[in-house]
């Protein structure tokens, strides 16, 4: 293990917040812990340093807008409620940016806050952004990271309080499709496919005209290949047996066009997956936890959602 690994596995330890909340006349605790998504570089080895851009407007609870990149070891900050609701579910939080970066305040450590104050332990995915190296073949470091994600969460799930079959997963625009791609590539087998997905105004299409460019650009390249179009493509990929969908989109989303889930919610009914469309008459592009009353309404709508699957 690399020595910036170790210092950050310490420092995880030691920065651990502890939030103590009065329920019920009785005082609980929520928990937030880091830890490394893998055991990192060989000994001796240094990795570069990661860059972070904070945005100066879009802020969230905790007054942070922070752009992530360059990242090498990816990792996984898990949100401990303070009391175990919803069947003991979790949640892999995977915030967006184009495959250009990781929006990993707004739609991921916000995220994560929420739905651990309503009984959800939600753990945030940092992960590699795509390389040249896979534009051609092979699964891009995002989906590797995405996979590992969920093995390790299941890994985990008695020391967290969890139940291993309500394991899902939550992205948001280009962390939508990395969501959404888990679906595709993880396996039952080992513990890589979700048990249920939700989508926020996600990439899902890689195809044109519909397709969001940046996102196919850095994730495939400029010149992909029509079989790799396909591959990426979550609506060409839609088969029975996909865990159930949520999905969430605005109307007036002028970024990534709502025909992107209502592509896929068409493919996914066309299987026999069962797929709740949510569509939100105004917030734009990235509305995250809410920008208007009616795209901050989709937090109910998902938490009732979830209760309700077998």
Request: hydrophobic letters at 45%; one cysteine or more.
């Given at each position: 293990?690399?020595?910036?690994?170790?210092?950050?596995?310490?420092?995880?330890?030691?920065t651990?917040?502890?939030?103590?909340?009065?329920?019920?006349?009785?005082?609980?605790?929520?928990t937030?812990?880091?830890w490394?998504?893998?055991?990192?570089d060989?000994?001796?080895?240094?990795s570069?340093?990661?860059?972070?851009?904070?945005q100066?407007?879009?802020?969230?609870?905790?007054?942070f807008?922070?752009?992530?990149?360059?990242?090498?070891?990816?990792?996984?900050?898990?949100?401990?409620?303070?009391q175990?609701?919803?069947?003991?579910?979790?949640?892999?939080?995977?915030?967006?940016?184009?495959?250009?970066g990781?929006v990993?305040?707004?739609?991921?450590?916000?995220f994560?806050?929420?739905?651990?104050?309503?009984?959800?332990?939600a753990?945030?995915?940092?992960y590699?952004?795509?390389?040249?190296?896979t534009?051609?073949?092979?699964?891009?470091?995002?989906?590797?990271?995405a996979?590992?994600?969920?093995?390790?969460?299941?890994?985990?799930?008695?020391?967290?309080?969890?139940?291993?079959?309500?394991?899902?997963?939550?992205?948001?625009?280009?962390?939508?499709?990395?969501?959404?791609?888990?679906?595709?590539?993880?396996?039952?087998?080992?513990?890589?496919?979700?048990?249920?997905?939700?989508?926020?105004?996600p990439?899902?299409?890689?195809a044109?005209p519909?397709?969001?460019?940046?996102?196919?650009?850095?994730?495939?390249?400029p010149?992909?290949?029509?079989?790799r179009?396909?591959?990426?493509?979550?609506?060409?990929?839609?088969?029975?047996?996909?865990?159930?969908?949520?999905l969430?989109?605005?109307?007036d989303?002028q970024t990534?066009p709502?025909?992107?889930?209502?592509l896929?919610?068409a493919?996914?009914?066309?299987?026999?997956v069962?797929?709740?469309?949510?569509?939100?008459?105004?917030g734009?592009?990235?509305?995250?936890?809410?920008?208007?009353g009616?795209?901050?309404?989709?937090?109910?709508?998902?938490?009732?959602w979830?209760?309700?699957l077998p």
């Amino acid at each position: 293990m690399s020595p910036v690994t170790a210092n950050r596995i310490r420092a995880a330890w030691r920065t651990a917040a502890l939030t103590v909340l009065l329920s019920w006349g009785r005082l609980a605790a929520q928990t937030q812990e880091e830890w490394p998504l893998r055991a990192g570089d060989p000994a001796g080895a240094v990795s570069p340093p990661e860059e972070t851009t904070f945005q100066p407007r879009g802020l969230d609870d905790r007054g942070f807008n922070r752009v992530v990149r360059k990242v090498t070891e990816p990792t996984l900050t898990i949100y401990h409620p303070a009391q175990v609701a919803h069947r003991s579910a979790a949640l892999l939080v995977i915030a967006g940016g184009g495959y250009d970066g990781i929006v990993i305040d707004r739609e991921g450590h916000a995220f994560a806050r929420y739905f651990q104050g309503q009984g959800l332990t939600a753990i945030v995915l940092k992960y590699r952004l795509p390389q040249a190296d896979t534009f051609a073949a092979g699964l891009p470091a995002p989906q590797r990271d995405a996979l590992d994600a969920l093995r390790f969460i299941r890994r985990h799930a008695a020391d967290w309080r969890i139940d291993p079959n309500r394991v899902g997963v939550m992205g948001a625009s280009a962390g939508g499709h990395l969501a959404g791609s888990s679906a595709i590539f993880g396996h039952k087998t080992d513990g890589s496919r979700p048990d249920f997905v939700a989508l926020l105004y996600p990439v899902v299409t890689l195809a044109a005209p519909t397709a969001h460019a940046g996102s196919r650009l850095r994730l495939l390249g400029p010149e992909p290949a029509p079989a790799r179009i396909n591959e990426y493509s979550l609506e060409r990929r839609a088969q029975p047996g996909f865990p159930p969908f949520f999905l969430v989109h605005a109307q007036d989303d002028q970024t990534v066009p709502i025909e992107n889930s209502r592509l896929l919610a068409a493919a996914l009914q066309q299987a026999s997956v069962p797929c709740e469309f949510l569509v939100v008459a105004a917030g734009g592009h990235g509305f995250a936890l809410g920008r208007t009353g009616a795209s901050a309404r989709w937090k109910e709508h998902f938490l009732a959602w979830l209760d309700a699957l077998p």
